[in-house]
């Protein structure tokens, strides 16, 4: 289509065909930061040193390396993103799904861990970080995981501090005229984050 396709920037069409057309002005982005809870914490450092462990087994072939490399880093970007999506994630883990070559491995993990370009992706994946990345686990990882995935669980609403930080915000947007929109990476968040801020 590129040689019959022309692209529209918001700016090409602000004043276009003696017609004005408003868009919203952003404000200028900043981080803000919150401070995990002494819950929060310890449940980080418990899965931090879970991936840890993950990943320090010696003596594996290279594609069960892969595997633990892959599941360990979906495994802490889901517990980053919220308690919903760290519930979510452990309890998939929980399950374990086998994997047979490296580069399926790959393909499956790298996705899963890291954002690619969604520009580019037939349908976006949103499923829970490394939703599908792993091997069957051990039954002593499998009931650590389930006790790790209940932790989350217990976080969410009260407990989670980025959520009550989220709500101040959008609470202090809310009185200056805005119409905040709240993007979440995982459906499991989305639908966590939608059903509180109902509230």
């Given at each position: 289509?590129?040689?019959?396709?022309?692209?529209?920037?918001?700016?090409?069409?602000?004043?276009?065909?003696?017609?004005?057309?408003?868009?919203?002005?952003?404000?200028?982005?900043?981080?803000?930061?919150?401070?995990?809870?002494?819950?929060?914490?310890?449940?980080?450092?418990?899965?931090?040193?879970?991936?840890?462990?993950?990943?320090?087994?010696?003596?594996?072939?290279t594609?069960?390396?892969?595997?633990r490399?892959?599941?360990?880093?979906?495994?802490?970007?889901?517990?980053?993103?919220?308690?919903?999506?760290?519930?979510?994630?452990?309890?998939?883990?929980?399950?374990?799904?086998?994997?047979?070559?490296?580069?399926?491995?790959?393909?499956?993990?790298?996705?899963?861990?890291?954002?690619?370009?969604?520009?580019?992706?037939?349908?976006?994946?949103?499923?829970?970080?490394?939703?599908?990345?792993?091997?069957a686990?051990?039954?002593?990882?499998?009931?650590?995981?389930?006790?790790?995935?209940?932790?989350?669980?217990?976080?969410?609403?009260?407990?989670?501090?980025?959520l009550?930080?989220?709500?101040?915000?959008?609470k202090?947007?809310?009185?200056?005229?805005?119409?905040?929109?709240?993007?979440?990476?995982?459906?499991?968040?989305?639908?966590?984050?939608?059903?509180?801020?109902?509230?």
């Amino acid at each position: 289509l590129a040689g019959f396709f022309i692209q529209r920037r918001r700016k090409d069409i602000e004043a276009y065909l003696d017609a004005y057309t408003p868009f919203p002005v952003r404000e200028v982005q900043k981080d803000h930061t919150y401070k995990l809870s002494r819950d929060e914490k310890a449940l980080f450092d418990d899965c931090l040193e879970f991936a840890r462990e993950l990943v320090g087994v010696a003596g594996e072939d290279t594609r069960r390396q892969r595997v633990r490399w892959w599941s360990a880093i979906a495994l802490l970007r889901g517990l980053s993103s919220s308690p919903a999506a760290a519930a979510a994630t452990l309890t998939i883990r929980a399950r374990g799904l086998g994997s047979s070559t490296e580069e399926v491995v790959d393909d499956l993990g790298r996705p899963a861990a890291v954002d690619g370009d969604a520009d580019d992706a037939d349908e976006p994946d949103d499923a829970p970080a490394g939703a599908e990345v792993d091997d069957a686990p051990s039954p002593s990882d499998r009931k650590r995981l389930r006790a790790l995935a209940a932790r989350a669980t217990a976080l969410q609403g009260a407990g989670d501090t980025k959520l009550a930080t989220l709500v101040k915000l959008l609470k202090a947007m809310l009185k200056r005229g805005r119409n905040p929109i709240v993007f979440c990476r995982y459906l499991p968040p989305a639908e966590y984050v939608a059903a509180a801020l109902r509230g």
